[in-house]
Nanobody, 129 residues
């Protein structure tokens, strides 16, 4: 059972940056797609970004494209989400997730929460205007 632990959330002014980290407990992390989702009181869990097991392929929600960057370091069993130019509407609890998927499943799979078996506890991001 892979455990995921996020960190790096906090309070930032609009236009600022944060980097979230997600540490996995198992080396099998390197075989999983990793993704970030976010949730607000008004919205269900929303896809943010995903990355293939080898780091070659990345996928982003339109709302964060060009501002957020997902990355991973398999040697450290850690995934990251760099968030630049933050907006008040980016405020949410951010979750990392891991799932076993092939590189041929397509965007609709990678953005689907049901495809990910492993989830972290979440880290709060607050953006002040």
């Amino acid at each position: 059972q892979v455990q995921l632990v996020e960190s790096g959330g906090g309070l930032v002014q609009a236009g600022g940056s944060l980097r979230l980290s997600c540490v996995a407990s198992e080396r099998s992390f390197s075989r999983y797609f990793m993704a970030w989702f976010r949730r607000t009181p008004a919205k269900e869990r929303e896809f943010v970004a995903a990355m293939s097991w080898d780091g070659v392929s990345t996928y982003y929600a339109d709302s964060v494209k060009g501002r957020f960057t997902i990355s991973r370091d398999n040697a450290k069993t850690t995934a990251y989400l760099r968030m630049n130019s933050l907006k008040p509407e980016d405020a949410a609890v951010y979750y990392c997730a891991g799932g076993a998927m092939s590189p041929f499943e397509g965007y609709n799979s990678y953005r689907s929460a049901s495809k990910y078996a492993y989830w972290g506890q979440g880290t709060q991001v607050t953006v002040s205007s």
